[in-house]
């Protein structure tokens, strides 16, 4: 073994030196696209106009009504939005995936076209489609001479939350298909013929194998429909405040930029902490499949 390691040629100082050198264009882009205008939301959001270092900002904008009205509407959205993503991803997935049905495989295709779309598509389809002049009650005015729109549910929290679950249920089934695709169907096919029923066959074989990839797309859609801002703007629900849209209501509309960073601090912080768990559940999950596989 020595001889091993004395036959391995070691870097020059010039070759450390060059390493070192190629850390620092990285380094010096985060810096200046990341870091700078990070640290100057902070400062704002700790020293306002005043330029004094103080936590009184913080007090005042966590104690108000607005801001916890904000906090309790974009975590309800998030996790409402996430949990009809998941299940709706996983029951579309094993469709696609274990039920032969002509085009299944483009339909796979197009989901991945879907996730390219920009969100705000889906929340001016959903306008035109369920909106007070949108095809479906339109239609039902005249079909019950009704002088005023009967849905309304468009302009509302539920409205948010199923054009959120339109848009990120791909983001869901991404994962879980290219994870169905490596179970051995042989498995599935053996515990038909035992007898197995197709909800224990689910729970017994699919669902553990698919465990990984609901966490991962899960996670991600929890990440982004807290972040969400288009689809929220767009559809314009009435008393539906996420800290994004408050955050732009701060900055741009009442030129409250104090306050506007210290909500983003306070969104950062919530993205980063549902970025650790995630992290955290993959780490485990993932360990725990490969010990029991």
């Given amino acids: 073994m020595a001889d091993m390691a004395m036959a391995i040629p070691q870097p020059s100082r010039s070759g450390r030196a060059m390493r070192r050198f190629w850390v620092a264009p990285p380094l010096t882009i985060l810096a200046l696209l990341f870091f700078y205008p990070l640290g ?23 104690r108000s009504n607005q801001f916890l009205s904000g906090l309790f509407h974009t975590i309800t959205i998030a996790l409402t939005a996430s949990a009809g993503c998941l299940v709706l991803g996983f029951v579309l997935s094993l469709i696609i995936s274990f039920i032969p049905f002509p085009g299944a495989r483009l ?45 309304h549910f468009l302009y509302s929290q539920w409205g948010v939350i199923l054009a959120e679950i339109t848009v990120y249920t791909p983001f869901v089934m991404r994962p879980l298909l290219a994870n169905f695709s490596l179970i051995d169907a042989a498995q599935i096919e053996v515990a038909s013929s035992l007898g197995a029923r197709p909800w224990r066959i689910v729970r017994q074989i699919i669902l553990p194998a698919a465990l990984p990839a609901l966490i991962a797309g899960g996670s991600l859609c929890l990440l982004l429909t807290v972040n969400e801002f288009g689809i929220v703007l767009f559809i314009g629900a009435k008393g539906v405040i996420t800290l994004p849209l408050l955050i732009y209501d701060k900055a741009i ?33 993932g360990g725990r499949r490969v010990s029991l596989g």
């Fill in 40 to 62: 100057l939301i902070l400062r704002q959001a700790l020293e306002g106009d005043q330029h004094v270092v103080s936590l009184a900002g913080f007090d005042a904008v966590l």
């Fill in 253 to 285: 509309q009442e030129f409250d930029y104090t306050t506007a960073c210290i909500i983003a601090v306070v969104n950062i912080v919530l993205s980063l902490g549902l970025y650790a768990l995630y992290r955290l559940a993959v780490s485990y999950f």
């Fill in 107 to 151: 339909i796979g295709r197009l989901i991945d076209t879907f996730i390219a779309l920009p969100t705000f598509l889906v929340a001016l389809a959903f306008t035109f489609i369920y909106g007070s002049a949108g095809l479906i009650n339109q239609s039902l005015m005249h079909m019950m001479h009704l002088d005023l729109p009967p849905l």
